[in-house]
T-cell receptor, first 110, second 112 residues
Framework: RKEVEQDPGPFNVPEGATVAFNCTYS??????FFWYRQDCRKEPKLLMS???SGNEDGRFTAQLNRASQYISLLIRDSKLSDSATYLC???????????FGTGTSLTVIP | SQTIHQWPATLVQPVGSPLSLECTVE??????LYWYRQAAGRGLQLLFY??????ISSEVPQNLSASRPQDRQFILSSKKLLLSDSGFYLC???????????FGPGTRLTVL
């Protein structure tokens, strides 16, 4: 079983739509949670950290459910510039390691 | 502020040739350093990580090796490249696994 699982998509949505991505993790020693954005042929860049109480940054909302071991990302009012691959990342206490989902591809259509 | 550098940006190498990719971090001390590989259309695969000078942990046994000769320098090497070594190599640093990772711009390696 993979440490982190994501629906690969692709998600094709019109501008202005709301889209949600989910991610599940299997390691109960997971202690930190992040969403990264990766544009084509570029390095991943931090979109936002995910906190236990949930957090919001403009049009982006991230939530964590420790009991069910899943993380979500909600994007409201999608823009063309939101088109990218979104990576779910989990940090674990043991070994200072991070586990990455394979990413969810989003294309926002005019 | 902290920055992370990788070079070269792109590399085309013949099968059987050696490899040396370098990563350096500025603006922080004693970072945890990581090498990842991303094959085309695939997720990130952790290759090596280091929590200090001379301390290397290998995640995937293969023909690659890593070294950390200085606190903020991480090198990925191979004596003989394989076709399957082609991919996008990313270096990253963090303070700890409780904090976010920051990635370098990556090296795109093509082995022919």
């Amino acid at each position: 079983r993979k440490e982190v699982e994501q629906d690969p998509g692709p998600f094709n949505v019109p501008e202005g739509a709301t889209v949600a991505f989910n991610c599940t993790y299997s390691n109960s020693a997971s202690q930190s949670f992040f969403w990264y954005r990766q544009d084509c042929r570029k390095e991943p860049k931090l979109l936002m950290s995910v906190y236990s109480s949930g957090n919001e940054d403009g049009r982006f909302t991230a939530q964590l459910n420790r009991a069910s071991q899943y993380i979500s990302l909600l994007i409201r009012d999608s823009k063309l510039s939101d088109s990218a691959t979104y990576l779910c990342v989990v940090g674990v206490r043991t070994g200072n390691q991070f586990y990455f989902g394979t990413g969810t591809s989003l294309t926002v259509i005019p | 502020s902290q920055t992370i550098h990788q070079w070269p940006a792109t590399l085309v190498q013949p099968v059987g040739s050696p490899l040396s990719l370098e990563c350096t971090v500025e603006g922080t001390s004693n970072p945890n350093l990581y090498w990842y590989r991303q094959a085309a259309g695939r997720g990130l695969q952790l290759l090596f990580y280091s929590v200090g000078i001379g301390q290397i942990s290998s995640e995937v046994p293969q023909n690659l090796s890593a070294s950390r000769p200085q606190d903020r320098q991480f090198i990925l090497s191979s004596k003989k490249l394989l076709l399957s070594d082609s991919g996008f190599y990313l270096c990253a640093w963090t303070v700890s696994s409780y904090n976010e990772q920051f990635f370098g711009p990556g090296t795109r390696l093509t082995v022919l």
